[in-house]
């Protein structure tokens, strides 16, 4: 059985915990999925590339990048971070906030 998990990121210190949490599972367990969900205030900084794998692993909300005034960027964005967090854990995704 392969892990899916999906890790929560509303704040900047939440995306820090959340890129070193995606690292160290996918060093354990490099079959995993994994993705970072951001939103709130933790997309902002989130648009600034760690330079790292963990760049890829993001999942951007457009609900906050709008209400904050921020571009698009050119990852994964979804309409809204709580929906799309509802719909990975009726997939059998499990849940994790940073």
């Known amino acids: 059985m ?3 998990l999906l890790i929560h990121a509303p704040t900047p210190e939440a995306l820090v915990r959340a890129r070193s949490n995606a690292r160290n599972l ?7 999925e994994v993705e970072i969900v951001v939103n709130a205030k933790g ?3 989130a648009l ?3 330079g790292d794998a963990s760049d890829g ?3 951007y909300c457009a ?5 904050q005034g921020l571009d698009q960027p050119e990852g994964r964005v979804v309409p809204a971070a709580v929906l799309y967090i509802a719909e990975r854990q009726a997939e ?3 849940y994790m906030r940073a």
């Open 48 to 50: 600034t590339p760690a």
């Open 57 to 59: 692993l993001l999942v």
């Open 63 to 67: 609900n906050s990048l709008k209400a």
């Open 92 to 94: 059998g995704w499990a």
């Open 26 to 32: 996918l060093a354990a367990a490099p079959d995993a």
């Open 2 to 4: 392969s892990v899916k």
């Open 43 to 45: 997309v902002g900084p």
